[in-house]
């Protein structure tokens, strides 16, 4: 791929608090219009590496380029490109929702003539609009949120930062805010910091696993979970399982692996097209049949333990 397709560079990046560290030379390079994942474990460095990104916190060393441009030399510029909503975002809760988007508008340099209905668009898109006169503090947490995203797009930054975004929302809230977030793909390039790996599943291109500071996998969540296994697992509960049935269930086409655990048989598939063969093997000797397929939460279970 052509470097001039990246927009975010980050090389050799290492950053420490005391004796904890929280990035270990650290590489990692995002598409422009790509979403892409970071997840880990807690105090596996993904606040730190996008704050860093953000130009919040300094590196020990190393350089993240954005757009050819460095956070040493133009962090102004760099500001000026990125929206990031933190997993708390600080919102001055004695402001009115549209009071505090224009004031955020003016620090970012939105032109005043475009203020007003910069403030009613992103008011639509996030569904405020009928709260905009409301003041922050009486916001539940997932209208807090919105207005955290809202003032996140003020400036119609080329890159949008989401650590957290759906933490602790009830499940129709943080519906509706991945939803939101999936509608941004491709006209925006997005760094989605979460915990859900679902979240991760579902919206990302691609999934960074991040642990003790480093990236230990990576690539499209179904590369991912191909890793692990086929990409589906035959569940086949039988009377009287014996090697001969797994030796003829070897001979099929999808079949990448067989596994007996009693009378229990696990069969790895790079398909289902020879489900209904396999079954045929054991006549009527088969008790119950389930399909499962990997997940995410798979795969970061067995990259991190």
Partial sequence: MNSNDFIIKIDSLNKSFGKIKALDNLNLEIKKGELLGIIGPNGAGKTTAIRITSCILQPDSGDILIDDMSIHSDQIKIKSMIGYLPEE????????????????????????????DRINELLKLVNMSH????????????????????????????????????????????HNIREFIRSLKGEKTIILCTHYMDEADSLCDRV??????????MGTPEY????IHGDIILELKVRNPNNNDADLIRGFDSVEGVNIKGNLFLISLKSKKDIRGIINVFNNDILSVNTMEPTLEDVFIQTVK
């Fill in 89 to 116: 975002p600080n919102l001055y809760e004695r402001f009115k929702a549209r009071d505090l988007l224009k004031y955020f508008a003016e620090l970012y340099g939105v032109p005043k003539d475009r203020i007003e």
């Fill in 131 to 174: 709260r905009a006169d409301d003041r922050i503090n009486t916001f539940s947490k997932g209208l807090r949120q919105r207005i955290g995203i809202a003032r996140a797009l003020i400036h119609d930054p080329k890159i949008i930062i989401f650590d957290e975004p759906t933490m602790g929302l009830d499940p129709a809230t943080a």
């Fill in 208 to 217: 960074a696993i991040l642990n003790q500071g480093k990236i230990i996998d």
């Fill in 224 to 227: 991912l979970k191909s890793k």
